[in-house]
């Protein structure tokens, strides 16, 4: 599973599966958590349907403080649902809200000892070299089941 800020490059999953990794799913902010869920046609106002998802029924981004054991709990679920063996998560340099958000979920991801990788990122794919390296390196640590 691979999760993080914005990432509309796909080179940088193209990494991921070069190396025999596969991605099962994702916890992207603009990946497939703001498709989790439809919005409820039935209300008589479509903009306060989607505003109404948009706020308090799709999985919350970092940048909403204070519903962080929900997010936990969403990617937990994720894992389990997608029988994810391990989490990549991706920031862009200098996202704060994805910052302090990676540490607390490598945090809870090392108590369900569930295998977590932080890569801090460019916007721009650079340095593809280092970002192989590691990602072989913990695509290693998976095969070994470590």
């Given at each position: 599973?691979?999760?993080?800020?914005?990432?509309?490059?796909?080179?940088?999953?193209?990494?991921?599966?070069?190396?025999?990794?596969?991605?099962?799913?994702?916890?992207l902010c603009f990946g497939s958590k703001i498709f989790w869920e439809d919005v409820k046609?039935?209300?008589?106002?479509?903009?306060?349907?989607?505003?109404?998802?948009?706020?308090?029924?799709?999985?919350?981004?970092?940048?909403?403080?204070g519903v962080f054991p929900e997010r936990a709990k969403f990617v937990k679920d994720m894992?389990?649902?997608?029988?994810?063996?391990?989490?990549?998560?991706?920031?862009?340099?200098?996202?704060?809200?994805?910052?302090?958000?990676?540490?607390?979920?490598?945090?809870?991801?090392?108590?369900?000892?569930?295998?977590?990788?932080?890569?801090?990122?460019e916007y721009i794919l650079g340095s593809v070299g280092q970002l192989r390296t590691r990602?072989?390196?913990?695509?290693?640590?998976?095969?070994?089941?470590?």
């Amino acid at each position: 599973m691979i999760l993080g800020g914005i990432l509309d490059d796909p080179a940088y999953l193209e990494v991921i599966e070069d190396l025999g990794g596969l991605i099962v799913t994702d916890v992207l902010c603009f990946g497939s958590k703001i498709f989790w869920e439809d919005v409820k046609e039935a209300e008589d106002d479509p903009l306060m349907a989607l505003a109404r998802y948009n706020i308090t029924e799709s999985p919350s981004c970092p940048h909403t403080v204070g519903v962080f054991p929900e997010r936990a709990k969403f990617v937990k679920d994720m894992v389990r649902d997608f029988d994810v063996e391990g989490v990549i998560s991706q920031r862009i340099q200098f996202c704060d809200n994805w910052g302090y958000e990676t540490k607390m979920l490598q945090d809870v991801m090392k108590e369900s000892e569930i295998p977590f990788l932080r890569l801090e990122r460019e916007y721009i794919l650079g340095s593809v070299g280092q970002l192989r390296t590691r990602i072989q390196a913990f695509l290693e640590t998976l095969e070994g089941g470590i």
